[in-house]
């Protein structure tokens, strides 16, 4: 079932995008947009931004490497799914787990 959103389909598309690359959620973040669409997106990719800090954090820890190489795959798996279901029209998608935990970030 698609969900529709107040983004357009050219500028809020692509900083919504920019929610799930890394550190470039801060330029979404810097459009100081208060709507309901960059607010889901932001607590998302900052979400799936901190999974990817401790992971590497994990990673330089010797016996928990192992166990973290094996999780390495999954903010970027999380990413991708977020990024495809935008550009596909579902532009209000919860992540599963990730938008629990996002939605308890107040921007």
Known sequence: MEQSSSASP?????YGVLCYLGILWIVSLLMNKKNEFFRLHLGQGLVI???????AVLNRIPLLHYISSWLW??????????????????????VPVVFD??????F
């Open 49 to 55: 931004l901190i999974l990817e800090a401790i992971l």
């Open 101 to 106: 935990i996002g939605k308890s970030f107040k």
């Open 10 to 14: 050219n500028g809020d598309l692509i």
């Open 73 to 94: 795959f999954l903010p970027g798996l999380l990413s991708v799914l977020a990024i495809i279901k935008i550009l596909t029209g579902d532009t209000m998608y919860h």
